[in-house]
């Protein structure tokens, strides 16, 4: 079993940052994608950045390409979503993931889900 614990979130004017932290625990070298999600009031979730665990590749989502970078501390199990140039939009619950390879590099098969910390950006 692998347990996520996800920390950092909180309120941000428009054009600020924010660093999202999420430390994995349990199973974790079954792990080969982790990769953060959002889910804003209304709307369906959606990914939006995921790091392959062994090599290091990330993908993001368009809608934060260029201000979003997720990396990892593999000795502290650990990934990141440091958040700049934030914007309204950006408001959601954000939520940590992590799949054993299920799907690949896609957005599918996550299974294992932190409680999801909330984003708040005011304009």
């Known amino acids: 079993q692998v347990q996520l614990v996800e920390s950092g979130g909180g309120s941000v004017q428009a054009g600020g940052s924010l660093r999202l932290s999420c430390a994995a625990y349990?199973?974790?070298?079954?792990?080969?994608?982790m990769g953060w999600f959002r889910q804003a009031p209304g709307k369906e979730r959606e990914g939006v950045a995921r790091i392959f665990t062994a090599g290091g590749s990330t993908y993001y989502a368009d809608s934060v390409k260029g201000r979003f970078t997720i990396s990892q501390d593999n000795a502290k199990n650990t990934v990141y979503l440091q958040m700049n140039n934030m914007k309204p939009e950006d408001t959601a619950m954000y939520y940590c993931a992590a799949k054993e390879g299920s799907y690949g590099g896609t957005w599918l098969g996550f299974k294992h889900w932190g409680q999801g910390t909330q984003v708040t950006v005011s304009s």
């Open positions: 349990g199973y974790t070298y079954m792990i080969n994608y």
